[in-house]
T-cell receptor, first 113, second 113 residues
């Protein structure tokens, strides 16, 4: 298996632009997690899906952030409009129920200027 | 609420010396415990996990951890570190009833030549 796939790996955009991050979980995994990592705040859970349904989105910082999981093999995290303080590395991770072990993608480094 | 404390933000150690990275958690229910490693500019990968059974758990790259229920600790150890162990190490806890992981703030392991 190729592991969790994230695209793009790097994104540089201007303030006010829409940004869409993509994730393909490991085949057969039914839980998907979006995290954000910064120097100041460390690793933060943004949202968690189980069987394509959002279970906990309490970590989504504000309404500018939205996430979808239209099917078991694809998820997106959208920021609209983006702001400089959104600059971070965004990780997607997937797992299979009853295992708890999460597998992380390589991350998307987002820079908003 | 559950929480994970990694008391040391950085641990400097000489190459070939032993190291212990500390992790304490707070929970009144059964927990599952994990250590993840993040090498520079990469995603997180599982180092080892405790689900049940022997309290001494061996992981990849010569690392081991011991679950101590009375002290609610899960410290990570390696008898002799190498320069390639330079990374950030994260302790995480999952509860039996929840597929999310509660993360510690991370400990940067700095290997001095």
């Amino acid at each position: 298996d190729a592991g969790v796939i994230q695209s793009p790996r790097h994104e540089v955009t201007e303030m006010g632009q829409e940004v869409t991050l993509r994730c393909k979980p490991i085949s057969g995994h039914n839980s998907l997690f979006w995290y954000r990592q910064t120097m100041m705040r460390g690793l933060e859970l943004l949202i968690y899906f189980n069987n394509n349904v959002p279970i906990d989105d309490s970590g989504m910082p504000e309404d500018r952030f939205s996430a979808k999981m239209p099917n078991a093999s694809f998820s997106t995290l959208k920021i609209q409009p983006s702001e400089p303080r959104d600059s971070a590395v965004y990780f997607c991770a997937s797992s299979f129920d009853f295992s708890y072990e999460q597998y992380f993608g390589p991350g998307t480094r987002l820079t908003v200027t | 609420a559950q929480s994970v404390t990694q008391l040391d933000s950085q641990v400097p150690v000489f190459e070939e010396a032993p190291v212990e990275l500390r992790c304490n958690y707070s929970s009144s229910v059964s927990v599952y415990l994990f250590w993840y490693v993040q090498y520079p500019n990469q995603g997180l990968q599982l180092l080892l996990k405790y689900l049940s059974g022997s309290t001494l758990v061996k992981g990849i790259n010569g690392f081991e951890a011991e679950f101590n229920k009375s002290q609610t600790s899960f410290h990570l150890r390696k008898p002799s570190v190498h320069i390639s162990d330079t990374a950030e190490y994260f302790c995480a806890v999952a509860m039996d009833s929840n597929y999310q992981l509660i993360w510690g703030a991370g400990t940067k392991l700095i290997i001095k030549p």
